[in-house]
C-alpha cells in the first residue's frame, strides 16, 4: 500500500473527496468468471479475436507487463503477449457489476456518490481520519463483489483522481493542497487528468513541461494558445484546484451513439448506405427507450488507413426517425468529399434535454 505525505491531525472531522477505482475491472470480472484464468495474462477487447480489428478495452496486470494498454489493437497486443488469453467484451455483465459497486459505495455511511463509470466513482464523505474511510469502501466493496479497488484521498476532486494511481493495485494515497507539489510539481504537464499528449506537446512549445512550470506560468501565453476558457483551467488544474464537493445528481445522458470497425473495409456506396442505415436504426431505438427525441445528428468515419474525423448537423424538428437520422449522416459523410475506403462509422444523436 502506498504510503502518506501527509500526517492525519487530530480534530474535527473535515470534508473529503475519495475517487474509488475497481482495479483492472474488466479483466478482474473476467477472471472471476473462469477462475482457471487467475494469474494468466488476459486481454478484453471487442469480439475477444486477435486477428481481427478491434482494440483493447482493459488488460490484466500480467498483460501490462508486456506492454499492453487500453486502446491498444489487438493484434499489436497480441505480438507483445503472445500467450494472452483475449476475451470480447461483455457489456451487459460489467453493467451489473457495476450496479453492485455503485450501490455498495452509497450504502456506505453518510456517503455521497458521483458515478463517472463501471468502474470508477468519487465519493464524498466527513471524517478526521479519510484513510480509514477508504480502507472500509475497499473492503466492502470486496466483500460484496470479490473485487479490488484503489482509493485516492483529496481535498478537491481533482486532487483525488490523481492520487489514486500512486495507490495502485489495492491501495490509498493522499493528496492535498499541502503535498500536491511535492508529489507533482516536477512531473510532466501530461501526468495531470485531462492534459493528453497534443496539450502537453503545445504547452510544451510554450516552453511548460512541468506541473510547477504550469501552475506558476503567466496566464496571458495559455490564453492566446489555449483560449481564454481552457487556457485558465489548465493552469487552476496544475494547482489541483477545482471542486470540492461530490454532487449526486444521477447522471442523464446528452446523446446515444453506435459506431462498427468493419473487419473489411466499406468501399462502394450502397454498403456505406446500409452500415449508417443499420447504425441509425441502433440509435433511434435507444433514443426512443430514452423517450426523449434527436436534435443533432452526429457522425464519426474513419478511413484507411486510420484519419478519423467527425461532424455534426442540428435538425429543423426533433426527431425520432432512423430514415431521417441516417439521410442525415450520409449528407455529413458525402460532405467530407472524401472518397478513401472507410474502417469504421459511428452515428450519434444528440437528443432534446429533459425538462429539469
Known sequence: ???????????????????VDLDQFLAA?????????????????????PTERGVVSTASYEARE???RSGMPLRTAAKRCPDAVFLPVDKPV?????????????AHADAVVEVLGWDEAFVGIEAEDPEVEARRLQAE??????????????????????????????????????????????????????VGRRISARLEALGIRTVRELAESAPEPLIAELGPTMGAYY??????????SVDPT??????????????????????????????AEQVADDIRAEGRPCQRVGLKVRFAPFFTTTRIRKLGEPTYDAALIARTALDLLRGLADDR????????AEMVPPPD
Not at 1 to 19: D, E, S
Not at 29 to 49: C, I, N, S, T
Not at 153 to 165: M, N, P, Q, S, Y
Request: with cysteine; glycine share 12%; charged share 25%.
Open 141 to 194: 466493496v470486496l466483500a460484496e463483489t470479490g473485487l479490488h479497488c484503489s482509493v485516492g484521498i483529496g481535498d478537491t476532486l481533482v486532487r483525488a483522481k490523481t492520487a489514486t494511481d500512486f495507490g495502485k493495485p489495492q491501495g490509498t494515497f493522499r493528496l492535498t493542497g499541502e503535498n500536491w507539489f511535492e508529489v507533482m510539481g516536477e512531473r510532466p504537464t501530461a501526468a495531470l487528468w485531462g
Open 29 to 49: 470480472v473476467e477472471v472471476q468468471r473462469h477462475p482457471e484464468l487467475a494469474g494468466r495474462p488476459v486481454v478484453v477487447g471487442g469480439r475477444g479475436d
Open 235 to 244: 493552469r487552476q488544474l496544475a494547482r489541483g484546484a477545482g471542486r470540492r
Open 341 to 348: 475506403p472507410i474502417r469504421l462509422l459511428g452515428v450519434r
Open 66 to 68: 508486456y506492454g499492453v
Open 1 to 19: 500500500m502506498a504510503a502518506n505525505t501527509t500526517a492525519n491531525i487530530p480534530g474535527k472531522p473535515r470534508p473529503w473527496v475519495l475517487h
Open 250 to 279: 444521477p447522471w442523464v445522458p446528452r446523446a446515444h451513439g453506435r459506431e462498427t470497425t468493419y473487419q473489411r473495409d466499406l468501399v462502394t456506396a450502397a454498403e456505406v448506405e446500409a452500415a449508417i442505415g443499420a447504425l
Open 94 to 106: 460489467y453493467e451489473e457489476v457495476s450496479r453492485r459497486v455503485m450501490a455498495t459505495l452509497r
